[in-house]
């Protein structure tokens, strides 16, 4: 399953419903990328536990949830493994989504990505240069106004906010992170 399809979103936002959690398929995933790009291993299950410190107030999921829990993981980490079969992209909404609600998906997801970031980098929003400069960026995307237009205009300008969100995952990953063959933390 591509891991930014709305399958997995589907399948996602099904599962949370199911266990009764009002966190949406796009903060799921945007606090699990933080997460990663923060320094958990990729090769540990230490991410379960932070993740549900912060998902779940450390309470286990059911079993549903678990296993599309995993599998979303490992599909943030294999398209932040450099996977040209798998190229990261947050979880939102499909284009046939009105723009207005996949920007907010977007904002949801930025918010959860520093959520996930901060809990194993607290200072990340002091980090100064270019990864700075990309963070203080996405958090002015957070103040951005739903209620946009669907034209062209406002889709390409979406798409080059999704663009700089990946790059700054990326940057994040970089500085903080674990690469593929690196198992250490930064």
């Not at 963070?135 to 669907?150: A, C, K």
């Amino acid at each position: 399953m591509k891991c930014n399809s709305p399958l997995l979103l589907n399948k996602l936002d099904a599962a949370l419903s199911k266990a009764g959690l009002t966190m949406l398929p796009s903060e799921f995933h945007g606090l699990m990328t933080g997460l990663v790009c923060g320094g958990i291993r990729l090769d540990q299950r230490g991410w379960q536990e932070s993740f549900l410190a912060l998902a779940n107030e450390g309470q286990p999921f059911g079993d549903e949830l678990t296993e599309v829990m995993k599998e979303v993981y490992r599909c943030i980490d294999k398209s932040l493994s450099e996977d040209p079969e798998v190229p990261f992209q947050p979880l939102l909404p499909d284009e046939d989504e009105a723009l207005a609600v996949r920007l907010e998906a977007l904002i949801e997801w930025i918010q959860s990505f520093f959520l996930g970031l901060a809990r194993l980098q607290p200072t990340f929003h002091t980090v100064r240069g270019e990864l700075g400069e990309m963070i203080g960026d996405l958090r002015e995307i957070t103040n951005v106004e739903f209620d946009v237009e669907d034209n062209q205009e406002n889709e390409e300008g979406f798409r080059v906010l999704v663009e700089h969100v990946v790059d700054t995952c990326w940057k994040c990953l970089l500085e903080f992170g674990t690469l593929p063959g690196d198992k250490t933390l930064h």
